[in-house]
């Protein structure tokens, strides 16, 4: 495991992920998969290890997905709702960080409906000289790394099985299609997906593709796009990334109806035939049945690789808790 070359001790924001950090993500990740895969899926690395997740907004996969990696790398966990904590009688998001410091916690994995507050835990942990690492979850519409580095851990094994790489995107052209500017899974993907000589394709009606985004694309190795219509976006894409309408972060009425949308930007078979033969389709879950992607299409294993991220996200999880934690052990 290459571990002595990894020197992030938080993981934030993949705005300055390095070219070496996605491929020891990738690596190491690539190993848990093969743990995975045994009887006993089971190792020692970070026993005696706590890993607090503390999630402020609702979760399924990437809860679970954090959960159960931290279990196969032996951890002990805590898990923390909000909905349930003492956060209803009043207590601040920096004292209930500093309660689980208190139980002697070592790994903070934390997400919230605003943007910055992993950061502001993370910035109190450094203040208070204490060795916790803090690893984003999703912070409003900002970041989602963990979500992005499975989502590229998804491609790369693909392309290659036993030795998924970045370079293996080189030449690719990749699509997100649908709520981007709500959408921290996009913007994580946006830096990972140009973090090498890729093509970045984003597409979605105006109110969910302000021009701004275009200003992700300066100074980055990948080239992005921005489309306001679907087809030229698919056209010849090895890769659609669909995403889901966040109505619950949607200030103001943004869409005509979902019926429309679906019409003009939902993922359907006869939308794929714009793409390369191969195309895959990922959506980071929940999806929206129908809306975002058709039902069927969903479910069809020649085209979907909605589980194979699930699958992804617990091994990129596993690496990301063992990058960051294997330093305190000893
Ligand atoms: C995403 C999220 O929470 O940002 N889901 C996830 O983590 N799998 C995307 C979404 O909520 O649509």
Not at 93 to 104: E, N, Q, R, S, V
Not at 208 to 235: N, T, V
Not at 257 to 267: P, Q, T, V
């Amino acid at each position: 495991m290459p571990a002595n070359t990894w020197s992030r001790h938080h993981i934030l924001s993949l705005a300055d992920f390095t070219t070496n950090e996605y491929d020891t993500v990738l690596k190491t990740a690539a190993s848990f998969r093969e743990v995975l895969s045994r009887r006993t899926k089971k190792v020692p690395t970070l026993q005696g290890q706590v890993v607090a997740n503390l999630f402020f907004e609702p979760s399924t996969r990437t809860r679970s997905s954090f959960e159960i990696a931290a279990k196969r790398l032996s951890a002990d966990t805590l898990n923390f709702a909000s909905a349930t904590s003492s956060m209803t009688k009043g207590e601040t998001i920096l004292d209930t960080a500093k309660t689980y410091l208190a139980m002697g916690t070592d790994i903070m994995v934390i997400r919230h409906q605003q943007a910055g507050v992993p950061q502001a835990i993370a910035q109190e942990m450094d203040n208070l000289g204490v060795k916790v690492s803090v690893l984003n979850a999703g912070d409003g519409q900002h970041e989602h790394p963990s979500q992005a580095l499975l989502d590229l851990f998804t491609i790369c094994t693909l392309l290659d099985i036993n030795n998924p790489r970045l370079e293996l995107l080189r030449g690719k052209k990749i699509a997100i299609i649908g709520d981007i500017l709500h959408s921290r899974v996009a913007r994580s993907n946006i830096w990972s997906l140009t973090a090498i000589n890729a093509e970045l394709h984003l597409a979605a009606p105006p109110t969910l593709l302000p021009k701004f985004f275009a200003d992700y694309g300066q100074d980055r190795p990948g080239k992005l796009f921005l489309h306001w219509e679907l087809e030229s976006a698919l056209e010849n894409a090895d890769f659609v990334m669909t995403l889901r309408l966040q109505k619950e972060r949607m200030t103001a009425h943004l869409l005509p109806s979902l019926r429309e949308y679906h019409h003009l930007f939902g993922i359907t078979r006869s939308q794929l035939q714009l793409c390369n033969a191969n195309v895959k389709v990922l959506h980071p879950g929940p999806v929206n049945r129908g809306v975002e992607i058709s039902s069927d299409l969903m479910d069809d294993p020649e085209f979907s690789l909605i589980q194979n991220q699930v699958t992804s996200g617990v091994a990129v999880r596993m690496a990301l808790l063992y990058l960051i934690g294997s330093g305190k052990t000893g």
